[in-house]
């Protein structure tokens, strides 16, 4: 005769577990709880909306990116391409007075044409991604300033939109991401192309051996992340009816990248299971929304929140490098 473990011994079992498995969940929780007592107002309903359209952007642009960076590569222009997205999208809707539709395909287009070129430097040209992408952030950022010398501002009610409106009770900037980790888990899940980012990141020359197009695919990545970071700009230029070629999407390729390390994925490439990525990236997404969202309600100094951000990143690293040797 069996008998089963008294409820708390297994109930805290499981919880160890999870804390094993996810450990940036349990340092989440314990955040929220020291943001809401010191703050009381962290929980609000107003508040968590902010944080749920800020962590929307950033969850956007951190699936591909995160596919990408599982593929072997890396995108460093992200912040940029966001910035040029936004105020292309500003531009068609607010001083050209195109429809939203077309607005936002403008934006796309793009961060799709500079995530070709990343793409062809990269993976056709054998270029290193952390160089071209690097020097891409500063070209990109440069040419926004070229093309957009001034502040844009007044984009329209129907640009407005796209950051502002509710689809079902629920922002749409939420609905957008989504649908985005929806579309990331069954690529992953039921495609050969999901397969294939893991394949060619854990082995490129074994991948190529096996007939598959090493190229490509790390390619069509680079494209979709450029076109994700430019709808991520248009959300924003519309939720603020403002994009500065400055400042707008200023560090964000830091942010997205620690969101992204966060939720468990190398740089070495190759890492992660196929829900445990997006699920890791989701966490990664909300502890930096969370976190970013707690320190200004405490009215923390600039510098100390970026202090934060970069404990957050290198914190990341090392869950990346040393979280699935802990679980062995």
């Known amino acids: 005769m069996t008998t089963a473990l008294p409820l708390p ?5 499981s919880g160890l577990n999870t804390a094993r498995r996810h450990p940036l969940l349990v340092v989440l929780i314990l955040m929220v709880l020291v943001f809401q007592l010191t703050t009381g107002s962290f929980l609000d309903a107003g508040n968590l909306r902010g944080i749920a359209t800020d962590a929307a952007t950033l969850a956007i642009v951190a699936v591909p990116l ?26 068609l809707a607010g001083q050209h007075h195109q429809s939203p539709v077309v607005a936002v395909l403008g934006a796309l287009a793009v961060g799709a044409a500079v995530g070709a070129v990343n793409g062809i430097l990269c993976c056709y040209l054998g270029l290193s991604a952390f160089i071209v992408t690097l020097g891409m952030l500063t070209a990109v950022r440069g040419l926004a300033q070229q093309l957009f010398p001034l502040p844009l501002s007044s984009f329209g009610s129907g640009f407005a ?68 970071a430019a709808l991520a700009g248009a959300i924003k230029a519309s939720v603020l009816d403002s994009a500065v070629a400055g400042t707008s999407g200023a560090g964000f390729e830091l942010t997205v990248l620690t969101a992204v390390l966060l939720g468990g994925v190398a740089l070495t490439g190759g890492s992660g299971s196929i829900f ?27 510098f100390w929140q970026q202090m934060a951000q970069g404990t957050a990143l290198v914190a990341g690293a090392a869950l990346a490098c040393f979280g699935p040797r802990a679980t062995r």
Not at 294 to 300: E, I, K, Y
């Open 161 to 228: 939109w796209l950051g502002g409106s509710r689809i079902a009770g629920i922002d749409a900037p939420v609905v957008l991401a989504g649908l985005v980790l929806v579309a990331g888990a069954l690529f992953l899940a039921v495609t050969p192309g999901g397969r294939h980012v893991f394949a060619i990141g854990v082995n490129r020359e074994a991948a190529y051996l096996s007939g598959i197009n090493v190229r490509r695919m790390p390619f069509a990545l680079f494209v979709v992340t450029g076109g994700a």
């Open 66 to 91: 995160a596919l990408l960076v599982i593929s072997g590569y890396l995108d460093l222009s992200v912040g940029s391409t966001l910035a040029l997205g936004g105020l292309v999208g500003g531009w």
């Open 276 to 302: 445990g990525v997006l699920l890791g990236v989701l966490l990664g997404v909300l502890f930096l929304g969370s976190l970013q969202n707690g320190l200004t309600l405490l009215n923390v100094p600039t």
């Open 9 to 13: 011994r297994t109930l805290a079992g």
